[in-house]
């Protein structure tokens, strides 16, 4: 069983930038591909980012390629979201995910998050 746990959201302004962490708990973690997702206000929710487990290979959705980072600290069970430059579109709630596929369908993770809302104004 793996629990994740997201914070680091809030309100800034555009062109800010700010540092998501997704804290999991679980034996198995480090074995789990892991992703961000966000749904907005209205909107279905989107694949983000992503990490693989075992090689550290990463994606992103093209909006936010060059401007989004996703990390990992495998001692601290612990993953990141580093976002710059940030736009209003940007807003959503950002929820992470953990699976042990790497790139696993949007709907087919296995264990999410409760999400962290972060807003951006212009």
């Known amino acids: 069983q793996v629990q994740l746990v997201e914070s680091g959201g809030g309100l800034v302004q555009a062109g800010e930038s700010l540092r998501l962490s997704c804290k999991a708990s679980g034996r198995t973690f480090s074995t789990y591909s892991v992703g961000w997702f966000r749904q907005g206000s209205g909107k279905e929710r989107e694949f983000v980012a992503t990490?693989?487990?075992?090689?550290?290979?990463?994606d992103y959705t093209d909006s936010v390629k060059g401007r989004f980072t996703i990390s990992r600290d495998y001692d601290e069970n612990t993953v990141y979201l580093q976002m710059n430059s940030l736009k209003p579109e940007d807003t959503a709630v950002y929820f992470c995910a953990a699976d042990e596929r790497y790139r696993a369908p949007r709907n087919e993770y296995t264990y999410w998050g409760q999400g962290t809302q972060v807003t951006v104004s212009s």
């Open positions: 990490m693989s487990w075992h090689n550290r290979r990463t």
